[in-house]
C-alpha cells in the first residue's frame, strides 16, 4: 500500500523560504515514476507546482519556477519543496502525490499559512 | 500556461447523468491523450477517477466515464448518488507540464 506523508512547519513568515518533505511508505522513489507537488488554497483550485524524476529531473510550474527546487532523497525515501520569497497568496494546504502520468496516490496534505 | 476550463457548478437529481466539460489548448488537451478526473469531498485529498481520457482505476463505480473530442474532455457521472457530491477537478498532462482545470461543484439535489 503506497502512502504519503507531509511534514513540515505550518506557519512561515512572509520572504522566507516554505520548506516541505514527503515520506514514502509502501513503494521505493528508485523505483522510478515521477513525485509530485499540487497546492490549494483555501476554498480555491488544485495548483500544480511541480514533478521531479526519481534520478532528480524536474518539470516546474511556468508561474512559480523562478521560487521552486524540487529535491528527491531515495536513500530516505523522500522528496523536498522549497519555495521561497513567499507571501500571503502562497497561504494554501500542501499536497505531495506520486505520479503516472496522472496523481495516482496522494498525501493527507499539510496547511502552510504565511503570516507574520 | 492557462487553467484548463471548467464550470464553476453542475447539479443533478438522484438516478439522472451530469456531464462535466474540461477544455483545454491543443498543447495540452488536445495533444496528448493524458486527462485525469478528480473528486474532492471537503476536508480530503483529491482522488483519481478516470485517467488517459476514459479508463477508471479498480475500484472506481463504472458510473464514472469520460470522452475527449478536440480540445475539450468530459467527465459523465450516470446513476448519480449522494455521495457523488464533490468538487470535480480535470488536469491535463505535457511533455513539460501539468494544469488542472478550476474545479467544478456538483451538487446532488
Known amino acids: 500500500q503506497v502512502q504519503l506523508q507531509e511534514s513540515g512547519p505550518g506557519l512561515v513568515k512572509p520572504s522566507e523560504t516554505l520548506s516541505l518533505n514527503c515520506i514514502v511508505s509502501?513503494?521505493?522513489?528508485?523505483?522510478?515514476?515521477?513525485w509530485g507537488w499540487i497546492r490549494q488554497p483555501p476554498g480555491k483550485g488544485l495548483e500544480w507546482i511541480g514533478s521531479?524524476?526519481?534520478?532528480?529531473?524536474?518539470f516546474y510550474n511556468p508561474s512559480l519556477k523562478s521560487r521552486v527546487t524540487l529535491s528527491v532523497d531515495t536513500s530516505k525515501n523522500q522528496f523536498s519543496l522549497k519555495l521561497s520569497s513567499v507571501t500571503a497568496a502562497d497561504t494554501a494546504i500542501y499536497y505531495c502525490a506520486k505520479e503516472v502520468v496522472y496523481f495516482d496516490y496522494w498525501g493527507q496534505g499539510t496547511l502552510v499559512t504565511v503570516s507574520s | 500556461q492557462s487553467a484548463l476550463t471548467q464550470p464553476a457548478s453542475v447539479s443533478g437529481s438522484p438516478g439522472q447523468s451530469i456531464t462535466i466539460s474540461c477544455t483545454g489548448i491543443?498543447?495540452?488537451?488536445?495533444?496528448?491523450?493524458?486527462v485525469s478526473w478528480y473528486q474532492q469531498h471537503p476536508g480530503k485529498a483529491p482522488k483519481v477517477m478516470i485517467y488517459d481520457v476514459s479508463n477508471r482505476p479498480s475500484g472506481v463505480s463504472n458510473r464514472f466515464s469520460g470522452t475527449k473530442s478536440g480540445n475539450t474532455a468530459s467527465l459523465t457521472i450516470s446513476g448519480l448518488q449522494a455521495e457523488d457530491e464533490a468538487d470535480y477537478y480535470c488536469s491535463s498532462y505535457t511533455s513539460s507540464s501539468r494544469v488542472f482545470g478550476g474545479g467544478t461543484k456538483l451538487t446532488v439535489l
Open positions: 521531479i524524476f526519481h534520478s532528480g529531473s524536474t
Open positions: 509502501g513503494f521505493s522513489i528508485s523505483s522510478g515514476y515521477y
Open positions: 491543443s498543447s495540452d488537451v488536445g495533444g496528448y491523450n493524458y
